[in-house]
């Protein structure tokens, strides 16, 4: 599997690993390219850094908008050859707080695992990533199986 990454946004993903971070491309653009279609939902989610520290990377390429800051969700808009912004976000941990679907409190948490992160996607297909350095494939809840069966089945998140 491969996602072609524009040269702008390729920029961008090398810088956050230089800073020692580990960039992911996830949600419609790994699903979106197993289906042979092109990736043009371009979200990154970056563990291992700080939102400070990302904040301040993405910065260094065009403006940036903190759309979720308490759960930590940047849009970088400006990059060549993307027409539309990149939502830019650190993995996240999900509490209860109190009744209902908004009695959720969300908040960055750049040390959990790729497991723990995407244990919290709404359904198995989202929770796929692709590590655009490493050119990896990951899928800890069986996403690719239930996209292929056509299945829509809820991630840890949604049980």
Excluded: C
Aim: net charge negative; aromatic share 4%; hydrophobic share 40%.
């Amino acid at each position: 599997m491969e996602i072609p990454v524009p040269p702008s946004l390729r920029r961008v993903l090398d810088a956050l690993v230089a800073r020692g971070g580990r960039p992911f491309l996830v949600g419609g653009a790994v699903r979106d390219a197993l289906l042979g279609l092109p990736a043009t939902d371009l979200d990154v989610e970056v563990f291992g850094l700080p939102a400070e520290t990302v904040r301040d990377v993405l910065a260094g390429f065009g403006p940036v908008n903190a759309v979720g800051e308490a759960f930590t969700v940047f849009k970088l808009s400006g990059l060549e050859g993307l027409p539309a912004a990149v939502d830019v976000s650190l993995p996240r941990r999900d509490s209860k707080s109190g009744p209902g679907h908004r009695g959720i409190v969300a908040v960055g948490d750049p040390s959990l695992s790729i497991e723990d992160a995407s244990r919290r996607r709404d359904i198995t297909i989202n929770a796929q990533r692709f590590d655009p350095i490493s050119r990896a494939f990951h899928d800890p809840h069986g996403g690719l199986s239930d996209q292929q069966a056509r299945v829509l089945r809820p991630g840890d998140a949604g049980h």
